[in-house]
């Protein structure tokens, strides 16, 4: 059932059985960072003290009912997240309003802001889509209220130019001077918060004794954000030849499989997040963890009735008074999570009033939110369920790696050791590699043209494919430092059974599959289809033609921006008269240009690139394997193709030429 989308004012209320909700802010433009804060309001709509605003510097109500769980990107684009525990928080608050603030920039160029409502196994229950936003730095998307003892969820939309300090102002936040301290950065580990002092009259003090004068502390909360430094990571120059190898940290040497190989994996992850805590924050901001002191421990028994459970490792992650804690359960290599196991360890979880069980395997759900394993929902009304992808634990350690807020040349040695460890094929924790073992019987019910559009097996394929989408935009992700999102209709992100369907109907129809990339500052959307009745994929992109000039000027823009892009891509220009196009290989082109435009009525309004790469059909495994092809078939697009190109530009307008009045210089006038 998919969740119901509010319209601006709108309230619907929750189901019942919820003890937690998680309010995920989501956005497609990555190059803006939109932070989530909350306010906890009484009955006059004002907070009882700063301690309840919470956001990046202050975590954690005073309660800690409201928690910031930090900002992390996704395959939509990034989302900031926080969660309430619904039954503990206090009865004179009657309201959670749920904030957006921006560092930089105005939320009338982040464009769609969607603003979900999700239960413990990250299924959405509420959700509210704005565009209203024009000139405001921080947005009040929504509230969470008690009415009658019943939690509701209201769509607000309004939104305050005077950024995140004037939208908490007036909700009676007192906000200190933003201006940072002399003594340098902020650690990111202690909130920098001060708690408003009530005013009363006090004997004078003493006279002090002359000397250095301390600067008064500031009252009210700081919401100025901590400024990151980049560190370069460590290089070890004193090899004699390129075949010698630096000691791995964590060794592959006697890593077998089944159990042992998923002791070291797990140990591997554990301790890194330790010793890394941008690290194991990203992790944990995945899992809905808060951001806090982290801790992890290998192999613990629990009692469950008359047998024990023991998970392959228990987190905790402290902020202030509360703890939370999660239970891992590890696959590596071919490893299958299994459903009596992950109701086994939510049972103990709830007995224990933990807040999450945690699956990591190396299967890549395709939607987030998604399980891999389907379990009693019954089960999951007191515990969260949620899944981690070995890929998506690769994908936040590239990240920090290249883009991230890492000031330690220690830690990022450590983080590449792990990364190190993960991309060695014994550690059992692979990247996207296989295709499932319906896939071979699939291709060729296609090439036989037996394939039907209802056969479970192509259901089963059609899921497989969004995944491997999904995978090419974590990687391009992790590579580019911008957020690649991989493009799904509205309708098909919360509903998979919907989504399968249509791609199985898509695959009996015509023997294909496509998938659509969008890639951040590229001049158009990357397209892949995969024929597998001729065994090619097709890599496309189009882009707008400039607005001003002749044809040949248009043309002869895009061919110096492709400038090394291979002859063989082929050149589709489409024509201002209706049903006017034109297509030649590059190659062609670069040597008579007026291939494209000679005879054409109108002006190119539009070029589609597109080329052709071979297709492999095998499952898994090779260099020659249908993934292993796409994958290649995207990487050598992209950046022959898609990287070089930019959007077209005008150039400024022209002043005109004025005359000079009579009797006043020319400087003058």
Same mark, same amino acid.
């Given at each position: 059932?998919?969740?119901?989308?509010? #319209?601006?004012?709108?309230?619907?209320?929750?189901?019942?059985?919820?003890?937690?909700?998680?309010?995920?802010?989501?956005?497609?433009?990555?190059?803006?960072?939109?932070?989530?804060?909350?306010?906890?309001?009484?009955?006059?709509?004002?907070?009882?003290? &700063?301690?309840? =605003?919470?956001?990046?510097?202050?975590?954690e109500s005073e309660d800690g009912s409201v928690r910031f769980l930090g900002t992390s990107a996704t395959e939509e684009g990034a989302q900031t997240r926080i969660s309430i525990e619904l039954s503990t928080v206090p009865q004179d608050v009657h309201v959670?309003?749920?904030?957006?603030?921006?560092?930089?920039?105005?939320?009338?160029?982040?464009?769609?802001?969607?603003?979900?409502?999700? &239960?413990?196994?990250?299924? #959405?229950?509420?959700?509210?889509?704005?565009?209203?936003?024009?000139?405001?730095?921080?947005?009040?998307?929504?509230?969470?209220?008690?009415?009658?003892?019943?939690?509701?969820?209201? +769509?607000?939309?309004?939104?305050?130019?005077?950024?995140?300090?004037?939208?908490?102002?007036? =909700?009676?936040? #007192?906000?200190?001077?933003?201006?940072?301290?002399?003594?340098?950065?902020?650690?990111?580990?202690?909130?920098?918060?001060?708690?408003?002092?009530?005013?009363?009259?006090?004997?004078?003090?003493?006279?002090?004794?002359?000397?250095?004068?301390?600067?008064?502390?500031?009252?009210?909360?700081?919401?100025?954000?901590?400024?990151?430094?980049?560190?370069?990571?460590?290089?070890?120059?004193?090899?004699?030849?390129?075949?010698?190898?630096?000691?791995?940290?964590?060794?592959?040497?006697?890593?077998?499989?089944?159990?042992?190989?998923?002791?070291?994996?797990?140990?591997?992850?554990?301790? *890194?997040?330790?010793?890394?805590?941008?690290?194991?924050?990203?992790?944990?901001?995945?899992?809905?963890?808060?951001?806090?002191?982290?801790?992890?421990?290998?192999?613990? !028994?629990?009692?469950?009735?008359?047998?024990?459970?023991?998970?392959?490792?228990?987190?905790?992650?402290?902020?202030?008074?509360?703890?939370?804690?999660?239970?891992?359960?590890?696959?590596?290599?071919?490893?299958?999570?299994?459903?009596?196991? @992950?109701?086994?360890?939510?049972?103990?979880?709830?007995?224990?009033?933990? &807040?999450?069980?945690?699956?990591?395997?190396?299967?890549?759900?395709?939607? !987030?939110?998604?399980?891999?394993?389907?379990?009693?929902?019954?089960?999951?009304?007191?515990?969260?369920?949620?899944?981690?992808?070995?890929?998506?634990?690769? %994908?936040?350690?590239?990240?920090?790696?290249? %883009?991230?807020?890492?000031?330690?040349?220690?830690?990022?040695?450590?983080?590449?050791?792990?990364?190190?460890? @993960?991309?060695?094929?014994?550690?059992?924790?692979?990247?996207?590699?296989?295709?499932?073992?319906?896939?071979?019987?699939?291709?060729?019910?296609? $090439?036989?043209? $037996?394939?039907?559009?209802?056969?479970?097996?192509? @259901?089963?394929?059609?899921?497989?494919?969004?995944?491997?989408?999904?995978?090419? +935009?974590?990687?391009?992700?992790?590579?580019?430092?911008?957020?690649?999102t991989h493009v799904l209709p509205r309708r098909h992100k919360s509903d998979p059974a919907a989504r399968n369907a249509a791609v199985a109907e898509r695959l009996a129809t015509d023997g294909s599959f496509e998938a659509l990339l969008r890639i951040p500052? *590229?001049?158009?959307?990357?397209?892949?289809?995969?024929?597998?009745?001729?065994?090619?994929?097709?890599?496309?992109? *189009?882009?707008?033609?400039?607005?001003?000039?002749?044809?040949?000027?248009?043309?002869?823009?895009?061919?110096?921006?492709?400038?090394?892009?291979?002859?063989?891509?082929?050149?589709?220009?489409?024509?201002?008269?209706?049903?006017?196009?034109?297509?030649?290989?590059? #190659?062609?082109?670069?040597?008579? !240009?007026?291939?494209?435009?000679?005879?054409?009525?109108?002006?190119? *309004?539009?070029?589609? @690139?597109?080329?052709?790469?071979?297709?492999?059909?095998?499952?898994?495994?090779?260099?020659?394997?249908?993934?292993?092809?796409? $994958?290649?078939?995207?990487?050598?697009?992209?950046?022959?193709?898609?990287?070089?190109?930019?959007?077209?530009?005008?150039?400024?307008?022209?002043?005109?030429?004025?005359?000079?009045?009579?009797?006043?210089?020319?400087?003058?006038?």
């Amino acid at each position: 059932m998919t969740s119901p989308i509010l #319209s601006k004012g709108q309230n619907v209320p929750l189901p019942n059985d919820l003890d937690r909700v998680d309010v995920v802010i989501g956005w497609t433009e990555s190059e803006f960072e939109v932070d989530a804060s909350a306010l906890l309001l009484g009955a006059d709509r004002k907070v009882r003290s &700063d301690s309840h =605003f919470v956001f990046y510097n202050q975590p954690e109500s005073e309660d800690g009912s409201v928690r910031f769980l930090g900002t992390s990107a996704t395959e939509e684009g990034a989302q900031t997240r926080i969660s309430i525990e619904l039954s503990t928080v206090p009865q004179d608050v009657h309201v959670v309003a749920l904030a957006g603030s921006l560092n930089s920039g105005v939320f009338g160029e982040v464009g769609k802001i969607a603003l979900r409502v999700v &239960d413990g196994a990250g299924g #959405s229950v509420a959700e509210y889509v704005t565009a209203d936003a024009t000139s405001e730095s921080a947005f009040l998307f929504g509230e969470v209220y008690r009415r009658d003892g019943q939690w509701k969820v209201r +769509a607000v939309g309004q939104g305050w130019e005077s950024g995140l300090a004037g939208l908490a102002t007036d =909700f009676g936040v #007192s906000i200190a001077d933003d201006a940072e301290p002399e003594s340098g950065a902020v650690s990111q580990d202690v909130p920098v918060v001060q708690a408003r002092v009530q005013e009363s009259p006090v004997p004078a003090p003493a006279p002090e004794q002359p000397g250095p004068k301390t600067p008064a502390r500031a009252r009210g909360v700081r919401t100025a954000k901590r400024v990151a430094k980049k560190i370069k990571p460590v290089e070890f120059t004193l090899a004699e030849q390129d075949s010698w190898q630096p000691a791995r940290l964590f060794s592959v040497i006697g890593v077998g499989t089944g159990e042992e190989q998923e002791r070291r994996a797990t140990s591997a992850l554990i301790s *890194t997040m330790q010793a890394v805590r941008p690290f194991a924050r990203a992790i944990c901001a995945r899992m809905g963890a808060p951001a806090g002191a982290f801790e992890g421990y290998i192999e613990v !028994p629990y009692e469950r009735g008359e047998s024990k459970v023991i998970p392959d490792a228990v987190l905790k992650v402290v902020r202030g008074s509360r703890v939370w804690t999660g239970l891992l359960e590890v696959k590596t290599g071919n490893g299958k999570l299994r459903r009596d196991q @992950l109701e086994s360890y939510l049972d103990v979880a709830r007995k224990k009033k933990y &807040d999450a069980v945690i699956s990591l395997s190396n299967d890549v759900p395709a939607g !987030p939110g998604e399980l891999p394993v389907e379990v009693d929902r019954r089960k999951l009304t007191k515990v969260a369920l949620r899944h981690l992808s070995w890929a998506e634990v690769a %994908h936040e350690a590239r990240m920090l790696l290249s %883009h991230g807020d890492i000031d330690n040349e220690l830690h990022i040695w450590l983080l590449s050791e792990f990364l190190r460890y @993960l991309d060695h094929p014994r550690s059992g924790a692979a990247e996207f590699i296989d295709m499932g073992r319906h896939w071979v019987a699939v291709r060729d019910a296609v $090439t036989a043209g $037996t394939l039907r559009a209802g056969d479970p097996k192509a @259901l089963t394929v059609a899921d497989t494919w969004v995944s491997l989408s999904r995978h090419l +935009a974590l990687r391009m992700t992790a590579e580019l430092g911008a957020t690649v999102t991989h493009v799904l209709p509205r309708r098909h992100k919360s509903d998979p059974a919907a989504r399968n369907a249509a791609v199985a109907e898509r695959l009996a129809t015509d023997g294909s599959f496509e998938a659509l990339l969008r890639i951040p500052d *590229t001049a158009g959307d990357l397209a892949i289809v995969a024929d597998v009745r001729t065994n090619r994929i097709q890599c496309r992109t *189009t882009l707008d033609a400039p607005n001003e000039g002749t044809s040949a000027r248009r043309l002869t823009w895009l061919l110096k921006q492709l400038a090394d892009a291979p002859g063989a891509l082929r050149v589709e220009a489409v024509f201002s008269e209706r049903g006017n196009e034109a297509c030649e290989l590059l #190659s062609a082109v670069r040597a008579e !240009p007026k291939l494209l435009t000679a005879g054409r009525a109108g002006e190119i *309004t539009s070029f589609t @690139l597109e080329q052709s790469f071979p297709m492999g059909n095998r499952r898994s495994g090779t260099a020659t394997s249908f993934i292993a092809s796409i $994958t290649a078939a995207t990487d050598a697009f992209y950046g022959s193709v898609v990287q070089p190109l930019r959007e077209w530009v005008p150039a400024a307008p022209k002043q005109s030429e004025i005359a000079p009045l009579e009797g006043d210089s020319a400087s003058n006038a």
